[in-house]
């Protein structure tokens, strides 16, 4: 499986950026997405997730400013983030995790760089 992610940039306080992940390869039903971030000199972070039945969860930090979305017929999630802050500069990571068999398997796309300027 292949995670393919683009859509970070540059863009001002209060903007608005839409990232995109394509997954391609051997896709199980059971499985869901996500988008992680990682500050520099930070952890990576959990941003929000998706399930295969569109069950979504947010960090709180994200919470009414980003929208999680997924179209499971071309296997890709998005993320919508509104209203960007300084503190939402990271690099974004796609995230995919799927389960068949009792088994757990995840996959990690290239990062996306998002930079909000003040």
């Known amino acids: 499986v292949q995670l393919q992610a683009s859509g970070g940039g540059l863009v001002q306080f209060g903007g608005s950026l839409r990232l995109s992940c394509a997954a391609s390869g051997r896709i199980f039903s059971n499985n869901v997405m996500a988008w992680h971030r990682q500050a520099p000199g930070k952890q990576r972070d959990l941003v929000a997730l998706?399930?295969?039945?569109?069950?979504?969860n947010y960090a709180d930090s994200v919470k009414g400013r980003f929208t999680i979305s997924r179209d499971s017929a071309k296997n890709t999630v998005y993320l919508q983030m509104n209203s960007l802050k300084p503190e939402d500069t990271a690099v974004y990571y796609c995230?995919?995790?799927?389960?068949?068999?009792?088994?757990?398997?995840?996959?990690w796309g290239q990062g996306t760089l998002v930079t909000v300027s003040s």
């Open positions: 998706i399930t295969e039945i569109g069950t979504t």
């Open positions: 995230n995919l995790y799927q389960f068949r068999l009792g088994n757990r398997y995840e996959y």
